[in-house]
């Protein structure tokens, strides 16, 4: 697949397409289901089936397809509600349906499913990371209106330290309303890499 992790912002497009390859001599059988999710990154996170699209938000099209051997198709995925006022996320499930196998003894397919991870941003993004150390800890929580992606944190001795001297740190997505805690090896400044849609920056804590 193309792409995995698909970003809807406001004032840009609402329609993404990812291809599907399959370098395989066999045809390839797709069975495409998105679920919205709520609560999403906590421990009450519930998956729902997208029954009305229109209601949900988000078409992907089509729910089956055949890719040929050797062959590519597209999977759209469409934003029906942009200008939303409040983030919207969605996994969509995309599966090999197993074929028969054309031979005289037992055969094995290993068929690998992918999933995509659909973030809608809401209207007016509004990121708030706020962070606070106790210790060798740092607790970091999600106060704004948009997920935020920490990645590449580390933690170095010095300014000027050889990278191999670094700690490096757990990545994680955080939703609005998750908090995070990492432990930390050294008493030197945190950095990470926040990823907000697609753009990132740099946010330290001393």
């Given at each position: ?67 040929p051997p050797h062959g590519r198709k597209l999977l759209r995925f469409v934003d029906l509600k942009p200008g ?123």
């Open positions: 697949m193309s792409n995995v992790i698909l970003h809807f912002e406001p004032g840009e497009t609402v329609r993404q397409d990812v291809e599907i390859e399959n370098t395989s001599e066999q045809p390839l059988y797709i069975d495409v289901k998105p679920h919205v999710v709520s609560k999403p990154g906590t421990v009450d996170e519930v998956r729902t089936f997208i029954e009305d699209p229109m209601e949900a938000g988000l078409l992907v099209t089509p729910s089956k397809l055949v890719v939303h006022p409040d983030e919207r996320i969605y996994r969509v499930a995309v599966t090999p349906v197993v074929g028969d196998i054309e031979a005289q003894t037992s055969g094995l397919k290993i068929l690998v499913g992918y999933e995509v991870l659909v973030l809608a941003q809401p209207q007016q993004p509004l990121v708030k990371l706020t962070g606070e150390r106790d210790g060798k800890a740092l607790f970091l929580r999600n106060e704004g209106n948009t997920n935020v992606l920490l990645r590449e944190g580390r933690q170095c001795p010095a300014a000027d330290s050889d990278p191999a001297d670094c700690h490096y740190l757990a990545t994680r997505r955080l939703y609005p309303g998750n908090e995070m805690r990492v432990e930390l090896a050294i008493d030197s400044s945190v950095d990470y890499y926040l990823g907000i849609g697609t753009r990132s920056s740099v946010q330290s804590w001393p």
